[in-house]
């Protein structure tokens, strides 16, 4: 059973950074991608960005390129998301999610675990 647990989320003024951490035990990680999703109120939850395990290549919404940063290490089977420059619109309950496929990567559907989330609050 794969287990996901996030960190890292808090209040931050506008213009502030934050780093999250998904850790994942249950197993390892050699192919797939892990993603960060996030829910805001009201709002569906929506693709943030994704890493793949094997080669390390990132995909990221263009709602956050430029700003927020995706990174793992293989050998804590841990994925960070770096955000940076953050705006009141990044406030969202932020999920990462594991999919053991290769192929597309900003599908929810297509992930098989997630995450609690741990909720983001960026004050104007």
């Known amino acids: 059973q794969v287990h996901l647990v996030e960190s890292g989320g808090r209040l931050v003024q506008a213009g502030g950074s934050l780093r999250l951490s998904c850790a994942a035990s249950g197993r390892t990680f050699s192919s797939g991608a892990m993603g960060w999703f996030r829910q805001a109120p009201g709002k569906e939850r929506e693709f943030v960005a994704a890493i793949s395990w094997s080669v390390g290549n990132t995909y990221y919404a263009d709602s956050v390129k430029g700003r927020f940063t995706i990174s793992r290490d293989n050998a804590k089977n841990t994925v960070y998301l770096q955000m940076n420059n953050l705006n009141p619109e990044d406030t969202a309950v932020y999920y990462c999610?594991?999919?053991?496929?290769?192929?597309?990567?900003?599908?929810?559907?297509?992930?098989?675990?997630w995450g609690q989330g741990t909720q983001v609050t960026v004050s104007s």
């Open positions: 999610a594991a999919k053991l496929q290769v192929g597309r990567i900003d599908a929810r559907s297509l992930y098989d675990y």
